[in-house]
């Protein structure tokens, strides 16, 4: 009998093992994880795992069909065990990039953010390295337990990767939570668990969370190119592209959630010059937004904005989809400008506007078929 | 009989479930989730499992 062996045990190892019963294949299907947790979703972990307010079970994911042997708690460098297989599957994705060894506090596991959630009860300030996604996103979490929440990198908050001006409507909303920022671009030295020197400056504080981007998880791999192999979720970008492989189609998809901000992309990011704002109010944060690039191409946003994704897909992608006929179109400020983003002025922001389609039933929460 | 459960506060339009099982998950122009049939027959039953696995926000559930 023919076996494939997925090696990982996330959503992208977990996916792909079920996608092959779907598709008919009706070998051995075998997905190995180093985790001893079943499949989890890591997007609730920086926030409402982490701030104690969801139970580390509702991160879990339904358990793959019982056609699919998934062994949890296999370590997957060599543990004595060969496993023979006919196809492979490589999707150990990535892990945190530490700054000073093992014993930095990160969010990337399910254990990870258990043992974090641990410590803000008794702590009263925290320093989070690294400005990013996950960054901003532990810093929001750490304000809403009411920690002091203080951010530290190299470059301003989210500005590589998102662009100018969704950077600063992002960092407009963290410091309205109460996010300290600072930017050392002269570099920063972790001293010990609870010091951080920054500049001339030595920031301390109860906890220091590093979110510092990850690493690929492949110190595992004896070789880099075999027969039979391919892979899945976020190990694929460190991983040479075969020649008689298809070709990988990126699908640019990015979500985050952070100070009170809800924010999803479809589109190439970072984003340059000012946006069309085809609906909502940019200055109550909550809006729909599109930036059109040279090539033709188009990426949209939507901060707190309900839109569903497959439509934020369609209007990322320049085809035109019936959304709300009132387009702006900002005039402050030119490409490559600061950001045109003018801060909230308004104590009481407009609450915001939710599109629905026109003969959408009344929302329930749920709706059960027969 | 199976019985399909949408919880529509979480559902955010991503569309893999009519990907997976396009007999039985619609979304219409406005990218909103529909349900094609009432009742899932047993020929349907492992595709709608897969679709519940594979939302991307756990907003769907199958009940005996």
Redesign the interface.
Known sequence: MKRIVVVGGSVAAVTTAQSLRVEGYDGQVTALSEESHPPYSRVPLSKGVLAGRDSVESALLPLPSEDIEFRTGLATTADGTDRRYDGLVIATGTGAHRLTGDNDLVVRSLNDASTLAARPAAAHSAIVLGDGFLGMEVAGTCRALRLEATVIDLVPPLLRLLGPWPAELAVAAARDHGIRIRVAPDGLEVLDEHRVRCGESVLTADVIVCAAGDVPNTDWLCCRVAPGAVAAGDVVSSLPHGESARPYRHDPNFRTGQSGLNIKISGELPLTGTPEVPAGWVDGRSALLRWRHDAGTAASVAVTHRLPVIKLKRLGAGVTSAVPARTTRLTQGRDHDLPAFRPLRSARPRPPRRSRGPGRPARQSERVSA | ?T???????RC????LCEQ?APEVFR??????LH?R???VDTEHE??V??A???C?V?ALKVQP
């Open positions: 009989m019985r399909i459960v949408v919880d529509f506060d955010e339009g991503h569309g997976t979304l219409n122009d406005e990218g909103e349900l049939r009432d009742q492992g595709l499992a897969a519940v696995r594979v991307p756990a």
